[in-house]
Structure formats: C-alpha cells, structure tokens
C-alpha cells in the first residue's frame, strides 16, 4: 500500500533551511549578486534622495541653463531651467519606484486571489478566465492611460491604473500554477484527509506558488516603472514640478539637441532598474525551484 506524505507549510528548522538554500543559490549567481547590488543601491538611494540630493527639485539656476556634465557642482549637467540633472533623477527614480512598487502591490493584491480561485475552483473559472481574456483585449497603454485619464494625473492614480492593468497577467499566472498543483498527489491526499478547500488553498498551493508570484512581481516591477514614464510623458502620470524619470523624459525631448544628457541619464536610469529586476527576478526563479536540489 502506497502512503501518500502530505506536505505542510514549511516552519521552524525546515523554512530556516531552505530559505538558507535559496540564499546560497543566489549567492552563487554572479549576475544575481550584481543585480542586488544594484537594486539595493538603488532603493537606498531613492529613499534617501530628499537628503542625498545636492539641490531642491526646484532649485533653478538661469545664469547656468544646459550647463554640460562635469560642471562645476552639477556633475550631471543642467535643464533648460538650471535645474540639477543629478538631483532631479534621484527624486525622480524614488517616485518612479514608489509607482512601480504601488502598482505591483495592487496588482498582486486584486490578482492573486483570482488566479487562485479560477484554478482551483471550476464554476470560477469560466468566469475569471473570460474577465481575464476582456481585461487583456486592450493593451496595457490604453488601459494604462484610459484609467489615467478618468481618474486625474497623479502619482496613486498612475500607480492605481498601472496595477489594474497588470491584473490579468498576473492571474494567468497563478491559475496557471494553480493548475499544476492542484494535480499533484499531496494536494489530493489533503483531500481525501478532509481538509478543506480554504485549507488547501492556504497551507498548499499558495506557498508553494510563491515562487512564480515573486518572479511576477519583479517582472512587473520594471513594466510598471515603463509604464509609468508612458504616463508622464503624456501628461497623465506625476505631474510638474514634482520630478519623475517619465517627467524628465517628456521635459528633455524638447531640447533634446541642445542638451541631450537631460533625456540620456534619466533613460540610462530606467534602463538599468528594468533590466537589474528582470536579472535579479530570472535568478530569483532559479533559486526557487526545487528541482534545483537535485542538480
């Protein structure tokens, strides 16, 4: 007689342990380390930049417009306002990151559930999936900029209208895995033990699809600082002065011949953060995967 062992969500010693292995799998990836590192520094300069910053956001300096980098005390160059190129893209990046961060927590909140319940649950399915499939029969811009535009130009309504827009991929996502657990022999043997369907959903599926929800996150993360940027450079995302990476952007392409490093560092910027969170979210996923125990 085969004895079915049902897993239980992990505590103690065996959580210390493989949260221990996945730091040592990730410790191991070279463009894993690099990749945090960057992010790390990132987000600490960003929480820091009112502080860190050498200049206000509106500190303007007319005496010295497109100032080139290398200036003396502006070592990114100047705007057309005098501005602080430095200054403005270290503030910026903590808005833009605030955005993404926001949008993906909406997302992931309003997501999540629904993805577990359409692969769990079949009378939801139809209904989710067709929500789904409504939801993603508009691109992420227009949707993006639609809900913008109705709710104001802001940065919680882009951060609101960003993360609805990235509601549907992140229920595909956990129906998905949602599926592939469900047909697994201990979700059965929880089963047939009584527990019941909330049971289930709590203590085996959803721990065991933190892997993909966490690689959706940083995933998102970058596509919603893009988004944000989209925003703003339509004027429907942080509005002037308050600076963001998408506000200078918007602001820079009009003097972009006469002073190209306001609208190059601040793309730099953005570059750097979406490729360091799909870097770091690829590793992430690695890591998590248990059958990377038997490698």
């Known amino acids: 007689m085969t004895v079915l062992t049902v897993p239980m969500a992990e505590t103690g010693t065996a959580s210390i342990t493989r949260r221990t292995r996945v730091l040592r799998r990730l410790r ?48 990114l160059g100047t705007d057309d306002l005098g501005r602080d190129v430095l200054s403005r893209i270290m503030l910026g990046a903590r808005a833009s990151l605030q955005v993404g961060l926001l949008a993906v927590a909406t997302s992931l909140v309003i997501g999540v559930p629904l993805g577990l319940a359409a692969g769990y649950f079949r009378a939801w399915d139809a209904v989710i999936s067709r929500f789904t499939d409504l939801l993603l029969a508009f691109p992420f811009l227009i949707m993006a900029v639609g809900l913008a535009a ?21 229920i595909r996502v956990v129906r998905s895995d949602t599926l592939r657990l469900k047909s697994l022999d201990f979700v059965a043997a929880a089963v047939v033990d009584g527990a019941s369907d909330l049971w289930v959903l709590a203590r085996h599926i959803l721990p065991n699809a933190t892997s993909v929800i966490l690689v959706q996150a940083t995933v998102a993360i970058p596509a919603a600082i893009l988004g944000e940027a989209v925003l703003s450079f339509l004027g429907l995302g942080i509005q002037p002065p308050a600076p963001s990476l998408g506000t200078m952007l918007a602001t820079a392409q009009q003097f972009a011949a006469r ?32 059958k990377g125990d038997r490698r």
């Open 259 to 290: 002073a190209p490093w306001a609208a190059v560092f601040p793309g730099v910027v953005i570059m750097g953060l979406a490729l360091a969170f799909n870097v770091f979210g690829d590793a992430l996923r690695d890591a998590l995967d248990p």
């Open 150 to 170: 109705i709710r104001g130009a802001s940065l919680g309504n882009a951060a609101v209208a960003i993360g609805i827009a990235q509601i549907p991929g992140v």
């Open 28 to 75: 191991r990836n070279p463009l894993a380390v690099v990749s945090f590192v960057v992010l790390a520094l990132a987000g600490v300069v960003a929480l820091l930049s009112p502080w860190l910053a050498p200049y206000s956001v509106d500190q303007t300096d007319f005496a010295r417009t497109f100032a080139p980098p290398g200036t003396a005390g502006h070592l």
